[in-house]
């Protein structure tokens, strides 16, 4: 069966390290995004990929990159963890149609000392 | 930007009753999304509205595009409803990607 895969699920890190959390999908999605969660705020857009070779920003990208080799990958890179970036990520995928739903992985969770 | 807003925040309902879920939003859009999050963290799709109404099983999802609002309905719940339920929408002519409601924390008691 087709699916979308994150990993690590959990990570502690420390503040000024580099990390990059890893999204994974099957489906042959052209459309790839990243979220993250936090109380209060709900889910935010951080990047978004059309396609291979294709990168946007999102609504909270600064501090964030993604890059797009190939379609079944869109890792988040975090070029100098901050604790302000301590939180739960979402990758999601989906059809290129506005008029189609997006899949959602499992979610990691990141946390920033 | 569209600003999405959900009603109520939490609910906390019997076995049995009929759960309303509000989502209002600014700015026209070219979808709207509702999402089911468990206490596991998973996100799943439920429905997602252009116009009209949806079904499925229990659940009914509304939406008037004229009006900027859209309503989760939950008939005869059931303590295995409790979740998180968010409202999310997709701009017309923008980014793919979704806005998304804070969400409304439902707790369906025995």
């Known amino acids: 069966d087709a699916e979308i895969t994150q990993s690590p699920r959990h990570k502690i890190t420390e503040t000024g390290r580099q990390v990059t959390l890893a999204c994974h999908q099957t489906?042959?999605?052209?459309?790839m995004f990243w979220y993250r969660q936090d109380l209060g705020h709900g889910l935010r857009l951080i990047h978004y990929?059309?396609?291979?070779?294709?990168?946007n920003k999102g609504e909270v990208s600064d501090g964030y990159s993604v890059s797009r080799s190939n379609t079944e990958d869109l890792p988040l890179t975090l070029e100098s963890a901050a604790s302000s970036q301590t939180s739960v990520y979402f990758c999601?995928?989906?059809?290129?149609?506005?008029?189609?739903?997006?899949?959602f992985g499992p979610g990691t969770r990141l946390t920033v000392l | 930007k569209n600003e999405v807003e959900q009603s109520p925040q939490n609910l906390t309902a019997q076995e049995g009753e009929f759960i309303t879920i509000n989502c209002s939003y600014s700015?026209?859009?070219?979808?709207l999304h509702w999402l089911q999050q468990h206490p596991g963290g998973g996100i799943v799709s439920l429905f997602m509205?252009?116009?009209g109404k949806k079904k499925h099983g229990r659940l009914i999802a509304t939406i008037n595009i004229q009006e900027k609002h859209s309503s989760l309905h939950i008939t005869a719940s059931h303590p295995r409803d409790s979740a998180v339920y968010i409202c999310?929408?997709?701009?017309?002519?923008?980014?793919?990607?979704?806005?998304f409601g804070k969400g409304t924390h439902l707790i369906i008691q025995p």
């Open positions: 509205l252009s116009s």
């Open positions: 700015v026209g859009i070219s979808a």
């Open positions: 489906w042959n999605h052209n459309n």
């Open positions: 990929s059309y396609g291979v070779h294709d990168t």
């Open positions: 999601a995928s989906g059809e290129e149609s506005s008029y189609n739903e997006q899949f």
């Open positions: 999310a929408v997709r701009n017309r002519g923008g980014a793919d990607g979704l806005t």
